[in-house]
Structure formats: C-alpha cells, structure tokens
C-alpha cells in the first residue's frame, strides 16, 4: 500500500507593484487631505500679509502670482495694539494653568478610581461620568453669580477655575479608563518590592499612562485656546482672551481684514504649532488601548 504524500500550495503573495501603487495611493489621498485642510490657514496667513486694497480687489490667491505685494505691515501694526498684546498673554495664561490643573488632578483621581478601593468609589465616578451630559450653558449663570460673591467674577483665575472644573469629568473620565488597562500583576510585584501607592504613581502608572496624558493635555488646551463663551461672559476688559479681542475688533471695524486677518491667524498658529509638535504623542494617545 503506497501513500502519496501532499505538499500543501505555496500561498499567493499579491504582486509588489500592486502593494506599491496601493499603498502610493493611500499616501496621495492623504496628502490631498491635507493640503484640504491646511488651505484655509494658507489663505488666512496670505490675506494677513496683504494690504486692505489688495484683498477688496482680488483674492488671496492672487498673491501666489504676484509676491511682491506681501509684507508684515499687518503684523506691525497688530502688534503695537497694546490691547491685542494683552489679550494675547491673557489667552497664554488661561490655557496653560488650566491644562495642567486639569491633567494634574485627572490623573491623580483617574488613577484613585481605578486602582484604589475607598466607600463609595463606583457611585462617585458615576457621579462624575452624569457630568459629561451637563452642558456648559446651564452653568455659566449660577456659577457667574457665585464668582460675583466670591469675587473671581472678571478676572483671570475665575477663567481658570471654571474650565478646570467643566474639563475635569471628561478628563477623569478618560485617564480612569486607560489607568484601568493596566496589567493588575505589575501594580502587585511593586507594592510587593515595598512601592507604596505614591511611588507607584508617579513611576509605574504615569509612564505608562504618557500617550493618553498627552492626548487629553493636547485637547484640553485647544478647547481652552479656542473658548470665546466662556471668556466672553467671566472676563472682563483687562482679562479677556485674544478670541474675545478679536470680536470686540470685528464689531469696531467691521470687515477690515488687514486687522481681522493677522489677529485670527496669530490665535490660529499656535494650536498649529502645539499639534504638530505633539502630533506623535496624540496619535499614540489615539491608539492607546486599541491592541493590547
């Protein structure tokens, strides 16, 4: 009795020029996207560099044919606005104590919820995720009358303290979910080796909790940046923002661009520039948790 022996069929490998022409495709589709979605800020920045005659008479792109009509005149001119410098700096010091009020106090409490057993721990996190669904309008007016009282109302740390407290639930929300992915075994084999919970905070858990911290601290500071609501309400004249700036010039001189133009663009740069220095961190923040 013979026994014929099968050799199983080499797989199909798909041709390499098919792989190349596919995965060529993906990248020209993004970089349309791209250059989709960075055309406004071009227009923007090239209207903030032309004069008031130019951009009535033509449109921005115009000058991609003609450069020599663009200078920082503009940008002069904007800047030795003392109000627009001001607001500037205001906007400076209301995004930065509040992103890191709020990712301080989100990992710290993100980190108590999941890892931590204290009475009432389940009730009071649903508590905090119920606050997700409060919507900032409802607050602003009892919460203004309460800043009235407490003195805070129109000033720079009342801005602060009521971003902080209306990021913090999203915020534990988020840091509390990742923390929670952590492998229970490495918390264990550290508070064996005599890691107590502080240690194991701030040298086991924050390390590896980086890419959704730089995440939350990425959107924290664009949602903070880009407030006008929240600003236009709790701050007064030496408080405000450049977003509340820029509207107060917008109804002061209606449809002048070579005012409106390098002030939006001036707000526009620097959440530009925080995204892509941290773009690393916030597509690993993206990730984070979707392989483990």
């Keep these: 009795m013979t026994t014929v022996q099968r050799t199983a069929a080499p797989r199909r490998r798909p041709p390499r020029a098919s792989k190349w022409l596919s995965r060529g495709a993906i990248q020209v589709f993004l970089a349309v996207i791209g250059l989709v979605w960075l055309t406004p800020a071009a227009g923007l920045f090239l209207s903030s560099l032309r004069t008031d005659t130019a951009n009535a008479n033509s449109g921005w792109w115009q000058a991609l044919a003609a450069p020599g009509q663009l200078s920082f005149d503009n940008y002069t001119t904007l800047l030795k606005d003392s109000g627009i410098v001001q607001a500037f700096w205001n906007t400076v010091l209301i995004s930065v104590p509040t992103t890191v009020a709020v990712v301080a106090i989100a990992a710290l409490a993100g980190y108590a919820f ?3 057993d204290f009475p009432g721990r389940d ?3 649903l508590l905090v995720v119920a606050m997700l669904v409060v919507p900032v309008q409802i607050g602003l007016l009892p ?3 309460m800043f009235g009282a407490l003195g805070l109302f129109g000033s720079i740390p009342g801005v602060v303290l009521f971003h902080t407290a209306y990021g913090l639930p999203f915020a534990i929300f988020l840091l509390r979910n990742f ?3 952590i492998p229970k075994e490495m918390l264990e084999a550290a508070r064996m080796d005599g890691g107590g919970e502080w240690r194991i905070f701030s040298q086991l858990v924050l ?3 980086r890419p959704a911290i730089a995440s939350l601290a990425i959107f924290q500071f664009l ?3 880009n407030d006008m ?3 236009l309400l709790f701050a007064d004249n030496d408080s405000q923002p450049l977003t509340v700036a820029l509207q107060s010039q917008m109804r002061q001189f209606g449809s002048n661009i070579g005012v409106l133009a390098p002030g939006a663009f001036l707000s526009l740069i620097v959440p530009l520039i925080v995204f892509f220095v941290f773009q690393r961190q916030f597509v690993q923040g993206i990730m984070a948790g979707s392989v483990k």
């Design 143 to 145: 919460v203004a009358k």
């Design 229 to 231: 609501l929240v600003a």
């Design 114 to 116: 999941a890892w931590l």
């Design 179 to 181: 923390f929670a992915e």
């Design 207 to 209: 390390p590896l909790g």
């Design 123 to 125: 009730w009071i996190f």
């Design 223 to 225: 949602w903070v940046w």
